[in-house]
């Protein structure tokens, strides 16, 4: 059984930053694609952030290109998520997701294991 506990998220002012952590209980983690998904209120969840099993390979939305970072220590089973000059859109429930082999990172059923989920609210 994965379970994937995520910390981190806040109330944070814009422009300010947050750094999320998802804490992973599974064997495999250093084989499992990681990812980052988000949603707001009354909307669908969209993707964020993927990072390949070596860390070697990083993927972004566009939205958040330039101004958040994903990484991974698989010595201590926790992929990252550092957030930098959050804006009010940012504003979500942040959640982290593993599958040892999803067809599309950018894709949330592609996904097996699933956090709870952190909440991440930025004010204007």
């Known amino acids: 059984q994965v379970q994937l506990v995520e910390s981190g998220g806040g109330l944070v002012q814009a422009g300010g930053s947050l750094r999320l952590s998802c804490a992973a209980s599974?064997?495999?983690?250093?084989?499992?694609?990681k990812g980052w998904f988000r949603q707001a209120p009354g909307k669908e969840r969209e993707f964020v952030a993927a990072?390949?099993?070596?860390?070697?390979?990083?993927y972004y939305a566009d939205s958040v290109k330039g101004r958040f970072t994903i990484s991974r220590d698989n010595a201590k089973n926790t992929v990252y998520l550092q957030m930098n000059s959050l804006k009010p859109e940012d504003t979500a429930v942040y959640y982290c997701?593993?599958?040892?082999?999803?067809?599309?990172?950018?894709?949330?059923?592609?996904?097996?294991?699933w956090g709870r989920g952190s909440q991440v609210t930025v004010s204007s």
């Open positions: 997701a593993s599958d040892l082999d999803p067809g599309h990172y950018y894709v949330s059923y592609e996904y097996d294991f």
């Open positions: 990072i390949s099993w070596s860390g070697g390979s990083t």
């Open positions: 599974e064997r495999t983690f250093s084989s499992a694609f």
